[in-house]
């Protein structure tokens, strides 16, 4: 039974195809001179370089993390390039039918399509590939509601008080290791700004493609939601197929208000490295939000590619009475590790924080849990409860929990369950016996135990992650 | 209908199935008794395909298609169920859902399209009726937290949404209370039909006291040692099973001395 279901779980990797677009790409190598060219192709202020330049030479003294349950070998920052853009964005493309259609039929072909009234209703894009923002849709029509939706690098001259004000508040440049280089070296990323008492009138999402060889990519993404506004976004990622990594080191900034509620959702499928561990995308990401009072931001990620990785979303909970919520679910197949997780920093008083995490490892793979949760002396009443359930198919993979847990309030509460099962033979046959090929039930069980957290998906997005999770199990192209 | 003959089968190098005889006849119930490790629930499963059980010998065919050649699922959707001893759970997959995906398989293995989700909502909250289960449970897990009556009367519930050509029973009998009990053999008997069989695999001749078997046999140490009508039941409830161990001692007297 188990050889079926590794056999099931071998499968293509459908976003993997490269797109025959010409690009600008930086050299490889990563020194000042590098960063200020990044800077001045994208005209920046003064101010933005500076910002750059402080946070290169905080990494420069910085030492790579080893503590994650993760192996890989050792990056080399001088072999990567820095910046990649197509050269038909040179000159700011207008309007979409200036776009090269070589980009656009790379998003359709993902299941993209950028042309307005082909998209989902009600859903807006940024597109990203490799270092810079294709194009941003539906944004007139939310300029109407106030809504700012565009890409960073553009926020930085449009909205720059926006910008400074917000900027590195949430993930200092000092933050950890790859927080300082994506300081240093990010190249575009959205920036998303929600009105006082305003509801977003769409999803907002972006969705990041590295097309080009042997370059980075390093978004910043940075969302503030005024006070008791409220804004879904999600995010989507694929790369193509190689046999080198890639190395892919985002940061993501959330700021509520007083009252808001931010919602995040991402659906992570970067090339996962081939069955033997070639190639593949280093995901290192640093996700954190801060929550003022009575806010709410809720994460939730459905993590099915990248061969490493390392990616901890949290909440700063600050304000008296906020909420703070992780859902996550990671698959790991083949030779893919994953340490992920979240950090619930409670601050303020009554602060409420939710975490499920459903792990699910096949393969020779390696899925790791890593949360804290933190009750500061001021957290009166405050109340966490987390659930971490791991779910083993085959037995060549491995599944591990790391729980941090520190309180300073005696009158914290803090609960922690976890589980762990298997895909049992008993119920693999009780499908089968019922009808079911083994790769369907291997994709209903594994669907069933993510249903807590795919309820907290955008509809539309629910059943895109369930498709995923079924084409990452079935080895089937559809 | 459902043919065995001479089945030789094992579990991890262990041959439980020693020589099975079975024919059976379209619309006929069949039940089969016997002592613990005679190898009935082995039949079920080597019957229906579940890993781990070797057939050494012998053929199995379902209306003249060679089942020993198909897959599982294949077997299933050729017809044939088996209703669970002990129904495993398949939690967050809900019932309905579950029961779906099963009948849509059959309808495209026959060359049919998917059922509406409206129609088979409809089927399936007649189905819950029938075997006195609140609808609710369709929205429910698969077996997530049911009850042992539960458990069997859903297995029944789900053969009445598959319409199976051949049904083997395996002791949906044990555990049961009197009431459950009329409700399964209730949901049997209303699928009794010219064109479809029964195994009812029991320990107990009071399943038998509802759901009346044309042919009773007894297996015993991987055969069928003795195959009568149903009074045949009503004679093991009353000896037991210990006469099949003197004609066992006896055999193999016979044969050292040959």
Known sequence: MTEEINQALKREYEAGFVSDIQSDTFEPGLNEDVIRRISAIKNEPEWMLEWRLQAFRIWQEMEEPEWAHVSYPKIDFQEISYYSAPKSMADKPKSLDEVDPELLATYDKLGIPLVEQQMLAGVAVDAVFDSVSVVTTFREKLAEAGVIFCPISEAVHEYPELVKKYLGTVVPQRDNYYAALNSAVFTDGSFVYIPKGTRCPMELSTYFRINEQNTGQFERTLIVADEGSHVSYLEGCTAPQRDENQLHAAVVELVALDDAEIKYSTVQNWYPGDEEGKGGIYNFVTKRGVCHTSAKISWTQVETGSAVTWKYPSCILRGDNSIGEFYSVALTRGMQQADTGTKMIHLGKNTRSTIISKGISAGHSNNSYRGLVRMGPRAEGARNFTQCDSLLIGDQCGAHTFPYVESKNASAIVEHEATTSKVSDDQMFLCQQRGLDPEKAVSMIVNGFCKEVFKELPMEFAVEAGKLLEISLEGSVG | ?258
């Open chain 2, 1 to 258: 209908m459902l043919s065995i003959k001479n089945l030789h089968a094992s579990v991890e190098d262990k041959t439980i199935l020693k020589g099975l005889d079975l024919e059976i006849k379209p619309g006929e119930v069949h039940a089969i008794m016997g002592p613990n490790g005679a190898g009935k629930s082995t039949m079920g499963y080597v019957v229906s395909g579940r890993e781990g059980y070797e057939v050494e010998e012998g053929a199995v065919t379902l209306n003249g298609v060679d089942l020993l050649e198909l897959e599982a699922e294949e077997r299933a959707r050729a017809g044939l169920f088996l209703a669970f001893q002990y129904p495993v759970e398949i939690p967050g997959v809900s019932n309905l859902e579950f029961m779906k995906a099963a009948v849509d398989a059959q309808r495209e293995a026959d060359g049919e399209e998917p059922v509406s989700s409206k129609d088979f909502l409809k089927l399936a909250r007649e189905a819950c009726k029938q075997v006195h289960l609140p609808v609710d449970f369709l929205k429910r897990g698969v077996n997530e937290g049911f009850s042992g009556g539960e458990k069997k009367r859903n297995e029944i519930m789900q053969m009445l949404l598959l319409k199976p050509k051949v049904c083997i029973l395996d002791e949906s009998d044990s555990g049961l209370d009197i009431d459950a009990l009329q409700v399964v053999a209730e949901g049997v008997n209303s699928q009794r039909s010219p064109d479809r069989s029964f195994i009812v695999v029991t320990h107990y001749q009071r399943l038998l006291d509802h759901i009346k078997p044309d042919f009773v046999h007894v297996l015993s140490d991987g055969k069928i040692v003795k195959s009568g009508d149903a009074s045949l039941a009503q004679e093991l409830e009353d000896q037991g099973y210990a006469w099949l161990k003197e004609q066992r001692a006896v055999g193999a007297a016979q044969e050292q001395s040959a």
